[in-house]
C-alpha cells in the first residue's frame, strides 16, 4: 500500500522524536537513579522521592522517581486535587503565579504537590555544598536550591546546554511541578534585543493527569510553556490512565483532570503524538481495558523506546480496506488508533460501536482545530487590516489639519462625511484592541510583559491616536463630565498601564533633539489629554455661570490652575502634537474663554507663550519660545 499524504500530523511527529534520542537519554537517566537508589539501603531523608542531576558535555538532566511501593499504593488509592487557596492556606503559594484576573484558582494533583513541597524546602545558599562531580546524588537538597546549579552565576541565564527534566509514574508528576516553577524563575534577559531564555524540556513516562481545568488554561495561555512537556505513555500501563478514573466518579467538573503538553501514545505496534488536549483522555481511555493491574516499570518504556526506533512508524500496515474510507482524514484517524493500540478489528458489536463512536468524535474534533487555524489566518488578515485602517486615520488626521480644526474637533463636530466612515474605522480598531487586551489579560504573570514590545508600541500608537475619538463622542453628549472616572474603555487604561510599566524598566530622559525634530508629526502622548481640555471648558463656565455656588467656582478654579500648569508641562516637554494650536480646537478655545474670566500674571509661562504666538516656533521644531 502506498504511503499516506503528510496529514497525520501526530504521527510525523512521533516519528521525529522516536528517532531522536531524547527518549533515551530519558529513560537512562531514570534508570541510572532507580538503580541507585535500590542500592543505596539508607535514604536520609526518609522519603518515598529521589532525584538527581547529571551533567554532560551536550545536555544536562535531572531525573524523578519513585518507590515502586510508593507507586501500587498510589495506584490504589486514585488521586485527589488540592487547590490553589488550600496551598495558600498551608503556606505554599509558590504556584500563585499561575493564577490571572480571569483564572483566578486550579489544583493539583495531592500525591504530587505533597512530595514536591516535601522537597522544596528553601535553604540559604551560604550554607549548601555543591559538588563538583558531574554526576551526583542529591536525595536531600531541597529542590529550590537546584536552579543554581544550572545557571550562569553571573548572567543568571540557564546553562548553554540543553537541560531535560524527566521522570517516571509519580516522579513524572513532580517532575512536571518543577519544571513549571522553573519556567517562572528563568531570568529573562535585562535588553530588549537579547534573545529569549533557554527554555526547558519536560519528558514524563507513565505519568498521571497533575492539574485540573485551571491548570491546563494557565498553561495554556503560555504557548511556548505548553510545548515544554511531553508525556510518554504505554497502552498497558494503568497509572497514567488514574486520571480517567478519578474522572469518572467525581461529583464536579472543575475537579476533573485535564491534560497539558504534547503526548506520546504507544503500543508494541507503533505510536502517534497527540497535541489536542481535548481528545487525550479520549484516547487513553480507548485503550484503558488494556492496561495490566500493575503499574509499568520503566524498563518497559525503556522496551518500547528501543522497539519503536527500530520501526518506521508511518506505515500503511492496516489491515482495514482504506481504499473505502472517506474523506482521507478518516484514514489517518484510524492509523493512529491503530498504532496506539485501539483494536480496531474486532467482531464485538459493542466494541465496533465504541470505536465509531470515537471516530466520529474525532473526525468532528479535526473540523474544530481546522476552523481555529482558519480564524488564526484571519487574524493575520486582521492584522494587516488594522495596518490599512490606521493609515487611513492618518490620512483623515491630514485631511481635519488642512482645514484647521484638527481631527478630534473635526470628529467631534462631524462636520463632513468622511466623519461619519471615520465611525467605522474606530469601531473595527475598538474590537480588535478589545480582544487582544481581553486575551493578554487572560495570561498569568507575576510581574509585567502582558504583551510583547510590538505589541505594546502598536497599542500606544493605537491609544493615541483613536481614544479621542471616544472621547469626542462622550462630551458630544451634553452633561457628561469627568470622562476618565465615568466613560473611559478598562482596555485603555490596560494599554496605559502596561506601557508605562514597560516604560519604567527603561532609562528615560527629558525631551531630546530627535523629539523636537519630529514634532510636527507627533501624536498626543497623552491620549486623555483631550478628555482635560472638555473639562476646563466645564469648568470655565461653572466660573462664569451666576448659578454656580461658591464652593463650585473655587473647585472650578483650581481645576483651571491645574489645567494651565499641566498643559505648560505638556508643551515644555513635547508632549502635545501641534495640531491643538489650530484656529478652531477646543484648546484654543478654551485659551480664549479662559484669558477673559481669570486674571493671568504677566508671569505665567502658559499665558507668555500663547500671547507671543510662540506656538509657531514650537511646530517649527525650535525650542526658541523657552
Request: charged share 25%; with cysteine.
Amino acid at each position: 500500500m502506498s504511503q499516506l499524504p503528510i496529514f497525520i500530523s501526530g504521527l510525523d511527529l512521533a516519528n521525529l522524536v522516536v528517532n531522536s534520542d531524547l527518549l533515551q537519554i530519558s529513560c537512562g537517566a531514570i534508570k541510572d537513579l532507580q538503580t541507585e537508589s535500590s542500592s543505596d539501603q539508607q535514604d536520609s531523608c526518609g522519603l518515598s522521592l529521589r532525584y538527581k542531576l547529571h551533567k554532560k558535555s551536550k545536555y544536562t538532566h535531572i531525573a524523578f522517581t519513585t518507590s515502586t511501593l510508593s507507586r501500587k499504593e498510589l495506584l490504589q488509592q486514585g488521586g485527589d486535587l488540592v487547590s490553589s487557596t488550600t496551598l495558600k492556606e498551608l503556606e505554599f503559594p509558590i504556584f500563585d503565579f499561575l493564577c490571572s484576573e480571569t483564572n483566578r484558582s486550579f489544583s493539583i494533583h495531592r500525591a504530587a504537590i505533597t512530595l514536591f513541597k516535601a522537597h522544596f524546602k528553601e535553604y540559604p545558599s551560604s550554607k549548601l555544598r555543591y559538588p563538583s562531580e558531574s554526576f551526583f546524588n542529591m536525595a536531600c537538597t531541597p529542590l529550590s536550591n537546584i536552579i543554581a546549579m544550572i545557571q550562569d552565576s553571573k548572567t543568571g541565564e540557564l546553562l548553554s546546554t540543553p537541560l531535560i527534566v524527566t521522570g517516571h509514574s509519580i516522579g513524572g508528576s513532580v517532575a512536571s511541578l518543577f519544571t513549571l516553577w522553573l519556567l517562572d524563575n528563568i531570568k529573562q534577559p535585562l535588553q530588549k534585543n537579547q534573545p529569549p531564555p533557554k527554555l526547558p524540556l519536560c519528558v514524563t513516562f507513565g505519568s498521571p493527569f497533575i492539574g485540573n481545568q485551571g491548570l491546563q488554561q494557565a498553561i495554556l495561555e503560555f504557548s511556548n510553556w505548553n510545548s515544554c512537556f511531553l508525556h510518554v505513555v504505554g497502552n498497558k500501563d494503568p497509572f497514567p490512565k488514574t486520571s480517567i478514573a478519578h474522572n469518572d466518579t467525581t461529583q464536579s467538573v472543575s475537579e476533573d483532570y485535564k491534560a497539558f503538553g504534547t503526548f506520546i501514545l504507544c503500543s508494541e505496534k507503533g505510536c502517534a503524538c497527540v497535541d489536542d488536549l481535548e481528545v487525550v483522555s479520549r484516547l487513553l481511555e480507548s485503550t484503558r481495558r488494556q492496561a495490566s493491574c500493575e503499574s509499568q516499570e520503566i524498563d518497559y518504556y525503556a522496551e518500547i523506546v528501543n522497539d519503536l526506533k527500530s520501526k518506521v512508524i508511518i506505515r500503511g500496515n492496516s489491515q482495514l480496506d482504506l481504499s473505502f474510507v472517506q474523506p482521507l482524514i478518516k484514514a489517518g484517524i484510524i492509523l493512529q488508533l491503530e498504532a496506539i493500540g485501539v483494536e480496531m478489528t474486532t467482531q464485538q458489536q459493542q466494541k465496533k460501536e465504541d470505536n465509531n463512536n470515537l471516530i466520529s468524535m474525532l473526525e468532528e474534533r479535526e473540523k474544530v482545530l481546522m476552523a481555529e487555524r482558519a480564524k488564526i489566518r484571519d487574524s493575520k488578515k486582521n492584522l494587516n487590516q488594522i495596518k490599512i485602517k490606521m493609515a487611513q486615520l492618518e490620512w483623515y488626521k491630514k485631511f481635519s489639519k488642512n482645514k484647521e480644526i484638527g481631527y478630534y474637533d473635526c470628529y467631534k463636530n462631524q462636520l463632513w462625511r468622511r466623519d461619519r466612515d471615520v465611525t467605522r474605522l474606530k469601531k473595527f480598531l475598538t474590537n480588535y484592541w478589545k480582544n487582544l487586551v481581553e486575551s493578554a489579560q487572560r495570561k498569568p504573570q507575576k510581574e509585567g510583559a502582558f504583551i510583547g514590545a510590538a505589541w505594546l508600541y502598536a497599542g500606544r500608537n493605537y491609544r493615541r491616536m483613536v481614544e479621542p475619538l471616544d472621547i469626542a463622542e462622550y462630551y458630544r453628549e451634553n452633561g457628561n463630565r469627568d470622562y476618565q472616572t465615568h466613560g473611559r474603555s478598562r482596555h485603555y487604561i490596560l494599554l496605559e498601564q502596561w506601557q508605562e510599566e514597560d516604560d519604567a524598566k527603561k532609562l528615560t530622559s527629558s525631551p531630546n533633539n530627535k523629539k523636537k525634530e519630529d514634532v510636527a508629526g507627533i501624536l498626543t502622548e497623552d491620549s486623555c489629554f483631550w478628555a482635560k481640555v472638555e473639562d476646563a471648558l466645564i469648568s470655565c463656565k461653572l466660573l462664569k455661570a451666576e448659578t454656580s455656588s461658591p464652593v463650585e467656582k473655587q473647585s472650578a478654579k483650581e481645576n483651571l490652575d491645574m489645567f494651565e500648569q499641566y498643559a505648560m508641562e505638556q508643551i515644555n516637554n513635547y508632549a502635545v502634537s501641534p495640531e491643538i494650536f489650530l484656529k478652531q480646537s477646543s484648546f484654543v478655545k478654551w485659551w480664549k474663554i479662559f484669558q477673559g474670566i481669570i486674571e493671568t500674571s504677566l508671569d505665567s509661562p502658559l499665558s507668555d507663550f500663547m500671547k507671543n504666538e510662540r506656538y509657531l516656533q514650537y511646530e517649527k521644531r525650535s525650542a526658541s519660545f523657552r
